[in-house]
Each structure stands twice: as C-alpha cells, then as structure tokens.
C-alpha cells in the first residue's frame, strides 16, 4: 500500500516563498507519477503540477507557472513542490498523491495535507 506524507507548509507573507515535500513509501517513487493538488477555502479541489517517475512529463497548472516548481529525489523516495512568490490566492491546503500520466489525474492514494497561508 502506498503512503503518502506532506511536511512543509506554514504562513508565510506574500512574495515568499516554501518548499513542500512529499515523502513516498510502500512503492519505489520511480514506478509511479506524483502530483501536488490544492483546495482553498471555498474552492474546489485544484490540479497544481505533476511529474512522471522520470520527471520527463511535467505539469503546471497556468496559475503557478513560472513560480512553482515540482522536482523529485527517487532515492530518498521524497517529491518536492519549490513555491516562489507566493500570492494570498495560494492559500490552500496542499496534497500530494499518486497520479496517472500524462493526464495527472488521481490514481487513488493521497496524504494527509499540508496547510499553507499567504497572507500579511
């Protein structure tokens, strides 16, 4: 079974930045597609990036590119979501979880959530 563990949010201001990390156990986390999902309050659930074991396919949803960067280190089986210039908008809690590739749609396992907030 494969399990999934955030770490990394916090408040932070607005043009800051955070880094997320993933950790990835009970399969190798280079057999299998990862993605970072987020659901603000109010908000439907939203596709944020993803990336193939490879890292040959990656994602971006339009409103975090060029500020938001999905990066993997299989052998410490860990994914990690670099956020720069961070907008009150981003303000979420963040998951991550298994994914198909190229869609990036779910694949059924999710953590827990980490909770992120933007804001002054």
């Known amino acids: 079974q494969v399990q999934l563990v955030e770490s990394g949010g916090g408040l932070v201001q607005p043009g800051g930045s955070l880094r997320l990390s993933c950790e990835v156990s009970?399969?190798?986390?280079?057999?299998?597609?990862i993605g970072w999902f987020r659901q603000g309050p109010g908000k439907e659930r939203e596709k944020v990036s993803c990336s193939s074991s490879d890292e040959d396919r990656i994602y971006y949803a339009d409103s975090v590119k060029g500020r938001f960067t999905i990066s993997r280190d299989n052998a410490k089986n860990l994914v990690y979501l670099q956020m720069n210039n961070l907008k009150p908008e981003d303000t979420a809690d963040y998951f991550c979880a298994t994914v198909f590739v190229p869609s990036c749609d779910p694949s059924g396992d999710w953590g827990q959530g980490t909770q992120v907030t933007v804001s002054s």
């Open positions: 009970g399969l190798p986390s280079d057999s299998i597609g």
